[in-house]
């Protein structure tokens, strides 16, 4: 008997979240049969410089979910003092459900391609599935794939109906490609372009009430 369903997670600047994170969280709900997606901003990214502070992308986050039970917010990467590193939440989420719980890493098919450049990526699918959602732009058939990666995509790669266990499996997501980022998001707000149909409503507001965003950023 299964005493509790598998969890997905879906880390991210989220600088500011928009609706293709949570249209990537909620067709990994579905596809994979999910209980509930953390979603975790990152606190003090090691590859990059947010343009809100992580109190705001939090706040941003928080608000784009309205408490829901099946998307949630995990906030533990901001309250961590150091960078950081995705091995570090998944072993400590991992120790919180246990070895059997299926875990779900959710990541972008750039996220997905960036992946040999992160702190011991490979002992990621030792802890967790990996579930890739395609992005315009990123293909995972052409020639662009480090050769290590190619290797677990061959090793690992199936379809969500096979896939046995806590770890160890990639399965690539069902889902029409979304033209959404978070750059993007910035800059039409810098310049005072709409951005309202790329974000949830709550998401905007707080955007406007707190005047991020205003000036160009990266
Ligand atoms: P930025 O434009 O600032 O780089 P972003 O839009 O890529 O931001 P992130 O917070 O960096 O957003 O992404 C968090 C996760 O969500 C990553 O795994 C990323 O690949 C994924 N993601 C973001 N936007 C999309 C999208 N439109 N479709 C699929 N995955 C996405």
């Not at 990059?48 to 784009?64: E, F, G, N, V």
């Not at 770890?167 to 310049?191: F, K, N």
Request: proline share 8%; glycine share 8%; net charge neutral.
């Amino acid at each position: 008997m299964i005493a509790a369903g598998p969890i997905g997670i879906v880390g991210g600047t989220f600088d500011p979240i928009h609706a293709g994170h949570l249209n990537m969280a909620r067709e990994a709900l579905r596809q994979l049969g999910l209980e509930r997606v953390l979603l975790i901003p990152a606190g003090a990214p090691w590859q990059r410089i947010p343009q809100a502070s992580a109190q705001d992308r939090l706040s941003m986050t928080l608000a784009a979910v309205n408490h829901s039970n099946i998307l949630r917010v995990d906030d533990r990467e901001v309250r961590r003092a150091s960078p950081t590193y995705t091995i570090d939440t998944l072993l400590e989420l991992r120790s919180e459900y246990g070895t059997q719980r299926p875990l779900w890493l959710i990541l972008g098919a750039d996220t997905f391609l960036n992946l040999p450049t992160w702190r011991r990526w490979q002992e990621l699918l030792l802890h967790a599935h990996i579930a890739v959602a395609c992005r315009p732009g990123y293909s995972l058939t052409d020639g662009n794939m480090a050769p290590s990666l190619k290797r677990e995509l061959v090793q690992r790669g199936t379809s969500a109906a096979q896939v046995r266990g806590p770890a160890g499996a990639i399965v690539t997501l069902d889902i029409p490609p979304m033209e959404v980022s978070s750059t993007d998001i910035r800059a039409a707000i810098a310049e005072h372009r709409p951005a309202g149909d790329l974000l949830p409503p709550p998401v905007l507001d707080y955007i406007e009430s707190h005047q991020l965003y205003q000036t160009g950023g990266s």
